[in-house]
């Protein structure tokens, strides 16, 4: 489509008549994806996304479903900034991230999304503070700024008694709370969450449920993949992956709400 840097599509402030995808671009989407594809070429080329055009509204709550192998991890970590689509466009808070040099994505990445992994992905000698506290080292954040946010972020999800344990000394759901608070500390507004709960027993599953919905509440941008329907239930709608398409998205009536607070 039109050129895609300046990042200026005309600004009509009329709200009339969304034409079609081109009207609802720079407005309430937190992510859009137009026509991307991902192919990997290891041998035989593989289609991992092949076409995928989807919007995903600011401050919406989504789950993302399908088999293993057709292309969800490859989606966020397309929109996380972890890679880059083979063809097409990700849009990223109104920004065209697949259009950005390599350092701008770092920037992207580093203040505007927060990424959580179903292994969590902390680093095994830091602390639970200093794990949380290393993007804001990247952000330039003076060391007493740090490790107060960090403590206020473990505070958040229940763990300011275990700020001076490292992953070893956690349970995974409290390894998985840490991750979750390394993943807030630079402050984003969209979470990317790649089967958060797969390592988790379902009580412990729930409770990371409780703190999305609270970020949900709070406003964020979630999009979570999962294989498990009950998790994708806590979700206002779900899109479904297929052999790197969307087969389609279907609308969660009354999402699962988390009763339970935190321990
Ligand atoms: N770095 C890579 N190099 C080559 N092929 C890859 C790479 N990453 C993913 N693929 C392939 O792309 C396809 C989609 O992979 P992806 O990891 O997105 O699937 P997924 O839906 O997340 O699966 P799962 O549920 O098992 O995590 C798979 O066929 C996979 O083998
Ligand atoms: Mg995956």
């Not at 999304?113 to 503070?129: D, E, H, R, Y």
């Not at 409290?174 to 507004?189: C, T, Y």
């Not at 729930?206 to 998790?231: A, K, S």
């Amino acid at each position: 489509m039109a050129a895609s840097d300046s990042g200026g599509s005309d600004a009509t402030s009329d709200r009339g008549e969304a034409t079609d995808r081109e009207e609802t671009t720079d407005r309430g989407n937190a992510v859009e994806l137009r026509n991307v594809r991902k192919t990997y070429y290891l041998g035989e080329p593989v289609h991992a996304l092949d076409g995928v055009d989807v919007s995903i509204p600011r401050g919406s709550y989504t789950a993302v479903m399908g088999p293993s192998g057709s292309g969800k991890s490859t989606l966020l970590n397309l929109i996380g900034c972890l890679d880059t689509p083979t063809e097409g466009e990700v849009w990223v808070n109104d920004r065209e991230v697949s259009a950005l040099s390599q350092r701008e994505r770092t920037e992207v990445r580093g203040e505007e999304v927060g990424f959580v992994f179903q292994t969590f992905n902390l680093m095994p000698k830091l602390t639970a503070a200093e794990n949380v506290s290393l993007p804001l080292v990247f952000g330039g954040v003076d060391k007493n700024e740090r490790r107060k946010r960090a403590r206020e972020l473990l505070e958040d999800v229940g763990l300011g008694d275990r700020v001076g344990h490292r992953p070893n000394e956690l349970s995974g759901g409290q390894r998985q709370r840490v991750a979750i608070a390394r993943a807030l500390a630079a402050d984003p507004s969209i979470i990317l969450a790649d089967e958060p709960t797969g390592n988790l027993d379902q009580e412990t599953g729930e409770q990371i449920m409780g703190l999305f919905q609270r970020l949900h509440d709070e406003g964020n941008t979630i999009l979570m993949v999962t294989h498990e329907r009950p998790i994708a239930e806590h979700a206002e709608r779900v899109i479904h992956v297929l052999d790197g398409t969307v087969e389609r998205i279907e609308e969660i009536e009354s999402p699962r709400r988390v009763e339970t607070e935190l321990v």
